[in-house]
Protein backbone atom coordinates (compact mmCIF):
# COMPACT_ATOMS: atom_id res chain seq x y z
CA UNK A 1 0.00 0.00 0.00
CA UNK A 2 1.10 3.21 -1.08
CA UNK A 3 1.76 5.93 1.62
CA UNK A 4 2.83 9.56 0.77
CA UNK A 5 3.49 12.45 3.47
CA UNK A 6 3.74 16.08 2.76
CA UNK A 7 6.11 18.12 4.79
CA UNK A 8 7.08 22.21 4.51
CA UNK A 9 3.87 24.10 3.97
CA UNK A 10 3.40 26.89 5.99
CA UNK A 11 2.82 31.00 5.79
CA UNK A 12 5.16 33.06 3.80
CA UNK A 13 4.90 36.72 2.22
CA UNK A 14 4.37 37.30 -1.37
CA UNK A 15 7.80 37.01 -3.02
CA UNK A 16 9.42 34.70 -0.42
CA UNK A 17 9.98 30.96 -0.71
CA UNK A 18 9.16 27.48 0.50
CA UNK A 19 10.34 24.39 0.00
CA UNK A 20 8.21 21.24 0.32
CA UNK A 21 8.35 17.74 0.45
CA UNK A 22 7.03 14.34 0.19
CA UNK A 23 8.25 10.98 1.67
CA UNK A 24 6.91 8.53 -0.32
CA UNK A 25 6.94 4.16 0.48
CA UNK A 26 5.11 1.08 -0.58
CA UNK A 27 5.85 0.57 -4.11
CA UNK A 28 6.57 -2.67 -5.46
CA UNK A 29 10.51 -3.85 -6.27
CA UNK A 30 10.05 -4.08 -10.42
CA UNK A 31 8.73 -0.48 -9.83
CA UNK A 32 11.32 0.88 -7.99
CA UNK A 33 12.33 3.15 -10.92
CA UNK A 34 8.60 2.77 -13.05
CA UNK A 35 6.43 5.56 -11.64
CA UNK A 36 5.67 9.14 -12.32
CA UNK A 37 5.19 11.52 -9.24
CA UNK A 38 3.79 15.36 -8.87
CA UNK A 39 2.29 17.44 -7.07
CA UNK A 40 -1.25 18.88 -7.82
CA UNK A 41 -3.09 21.84 -5.59
CA UNK A 42 -6.49 23.00 -5.03
CA UNK A 43 -7.62 26.16 -3.72
CA UNK A 44 -11.01 26.46 -1.79
CA UNK A 45 -13.29 27.11 -5.35
CA UNK A 46 -11.12 26.31 -7.52
CA UNK A 47 -10.10 23.53 -9.50
CA UNK A 48 -7.48 21.01 -8.76
CA UNK A 49 -4.40 21.75 -11.46
CA UNK A 50 -1.40 20.00 -11.50
CA UNK A 51 1.74 22.18 -10.43
CA UNK A 52 4.79 19.76 -11.47
CA UNK A 53 5.43 16.23 -12.24
CA UNK A 54 8.70 14.30 -13.23
CA UNK A 55 8.24 10.62 -15.15
CA UNK A 56 10.39 7.87 -14.53
CA UNK A 57 12.56 8.66 -17.36
CA UNK A 58 13.16 12.67 -15.77
CA UNK A 59 10.91 14.22 -18.17
CA UNK A 60 9.58 17.05 -16.06
CA UNK A 61 6.38 19.36 -16.37
CA UNK A 62 5.10 22.63 -14.90
CA UNK A 63 1.98 24.21 -15.19
CA UNK A 64 1.90 27.41 -16.67
CA UNK A 65 0.86 29.68 -13.47
CA UNK A 66 4.39 28.33 -11.64
CA UNK A 67 6.86 28.14 -14.98
CA UNK A 68 10.05 29.45 -14.04
CA UNK A 69 9.30 29.81 -10.15
CA UNK A 70 8.90 26.34 -8.74
CA UNK A 71 11.52 23.71 -9.17
CA UNK A 72 10.55 19.56 -8.89
CA UNK A 73 13.09 17.14 -8.02
CA UNK A 74 12.80 13.92 -6.75
CA UNK A 75 15.77 11.31 -4.66
CA UNK A 76 14.54 7.86 -5.70
CA UNK A 77 16.80 6.12 -3.32
CA UNK A 78 15.35 8.02 -0.56
CA UNK A 79 11.91 7.98 -1.64
CA UNK A 80 11.79 11.48 -1.57
CA UNK A 81 10.03 14.20 -3.97
CA UNK A 82 10.58 17.56 -3.52
CA UNK A 83 9.49 21.32 -4.54
CA UNK A 84 11.36 24.07 -4.00
CA UNK A 85 8.94 27.18 -4.50
CA UNK A 86 10.43 30.62 -5.32
CA UNK A 87 8.74 34.32 -5.57
CA UNK A 88 5.15 32.91 -4.36
CA UNK A 89 2.25 34.90 -4.98
CA UNK A 90 -1.01 35.17 -3.48
CA UNK A 91 -2.58 33.03 -5.83
CA UNK A 92 -0.22 30.28 -4.71
CA UNK A 93 -2.66 29.89 -1.80
CA UNK A 94 -3.48 26.34 -1.90
CA UNK A 95 -3.44 23.05 -0.32
CA UNK A 96 -1.00 21.40 -2.68
CA UNK A 97 -1.07 17.19 -2.26
CA UNK A 98 2.14 14.93 -3.23
CA UNK A 99 1.07 12.11 -5.72
CA UNK A 100 2.20 8.95 -7.48
CA UNK A 101 1.14 6.58 -9.88
CA UNK A 102 2.72 4.57 -12.92
CA UNK A 103 1.95 7.21 -15.47
CA UNK A 104 2.51 10.70 -15.64
CA UNK A 105 -0.96 10.27 -17.81
CA UNK A 106 -2.87 8.82 -15.26
CA UNK A 107 -0.88 11.15 -12.36
CA UNK A 108 -4.39 12.41 -11.16
CA UNK A 109 -5.66 9.01 -10.95
CA UNK A 110 -2.80 7.51 -8.43
CA UNK A 111 -1.93 7.74 -5.05
CA UNK A 112 -2.63 10.80 -2.70
CA UNK A 113 -1.10 12.57 0.13
CA UNK A 114 -3.33 13.74 2.51
CA UNK A 115 -1.53 17.48 1.67
CA UNK A 116 0.34 20.67 2.86
CA UNK A 117 -1.56 24.43 3.23
CA UNK A 118 0.30 27.28 1.72
CA UNK A 119 -0.57 30.44 2.36
CA UNK A 120 0.97 33.31 0.82
CA UNK A 121 0.47 36.86 2.17
CA UNK A 122 -0.04 39.88 0.07
Known amino acids: QAQLMESGGGSVQSGGSLRLSCAHSGIARLLVNNYCMGWFRQAPGKERELVASIGDDGTITYGDSVKGRFIISQDKGKMKLDLQMNDLKPEDTAMYYC?????????????WGRGTQVTVSS
Open 99 to 111: VRALSCTTLSYGY
